[in-house]
């Protein structure tokens, strides 16, 4: 059963402090994602990680960065955190010959 | 700049009727598009997916229709279920094994009993 695990699902930070999302997957797929989702705004990608240490910054990567140093585990780090960086995150992962992305079930961060 | 676009935002129809679900993109050099489908508290999942050298992909109830001339497609969703209510988003990408995935901002299916 492929599975991409998400931790905390839940998460509240103050602004300034430090943010650690955390995501494993159990495929063994190369290619790793984050994104974060707004209500009307859709997915939008933040990072994309080819394999163990092969990230690529996606279309909104400020304010973010990102860690692989194991296939199956990807993680977001956000330094000082914003208010405007509250938001649902969702990390994603796919294999190297076909495009179906799998999702984890999201983190939902609150920054106060 | 959006490069794929979907319409309407919200749509709400009855149990057993047709939901149909718009989509159009810009860049022509697109030619793998992915329907994911969303439930509240979940990821989304991929729903059913159409290539670009296709014009029409069926699945059970869901039916993609893709007209690469007017760079359209649409997601038909017949004898619509309340399990279907759901955020339904058109993807995009440059090839089956892209690595960038552009999502549309979805469409939010209702469906009432």
């Known amino acids: 059963d492929m599975k991409v695990t998400q931790m905390p699902r839940y998460l509240i930070k103050r602004m300034g402090e430090n943010v650690l999302l955390e995501c494993g997957q159990d495929?063994?797929?190369?290619?790793m994602y984050w994104y974060r989702q707004d209500p009307g705004l859709g997915l939008q990608l933040i990072y994309i990680s080819y394999d163990v240490d092969s990230n690529s910054e996606g279309d909104i990567p400020k304010g973010y960065r990102v860690s692989r140093k194991k296939r199956e585990h990807f993680s977001l780090i956000l330094d000082s955190a914003k208010t405007n960086q509250t938001s649902v995150y969702f990390c994603?992962?796919?294999?190297?010959?076909?495009?179906?992305?799998?999702f984890g079930a999201g983190t939902r961060l609150s920054v106060l | 700049q959006q490069q794929v676009r979907q319409s309407p935002q919200s749509l709400t129809v009855w149990e057993g009727e047709t939901a149909i679900l718009n989509c159009s993109y810009e860049?022509?050099?697109?030619?793998?598009f992915p329907w994911y489908q969303q439930f509240p508290g979940e990821g989304p999942a991929l729903l059913i997916s159409i290539r670009s050298v296709s014009d029409k992909k069926e699945d059970g109830r869901f039916t993609i229709f893709f007209n690469k001339r007017e760079k359209k497609l649409s997601l038909h969703i017949t004898d619509s279920q309340p399990g279907d209510s759901a955020t339904y988003f058109c993807?995009?990408?440059?090839?089956?094994?892209?690595?960038?995935?552009?999502f549309g901002k979805g469409t939010h299916l209702h469906v009432l009993p």
């Open positions: 993807a995009a990408s440059h090839d089956t094994n892209a690595y960038k995935v552009i």
């Open positions: 860049d022509s050099t697109f030619n793998y």
């Open positions: 994603a992962s796919r294999t190297g010959d076909q495009n179906t992305l799998y």
């Open positions: 495929m063994s797929h190369e290619t």
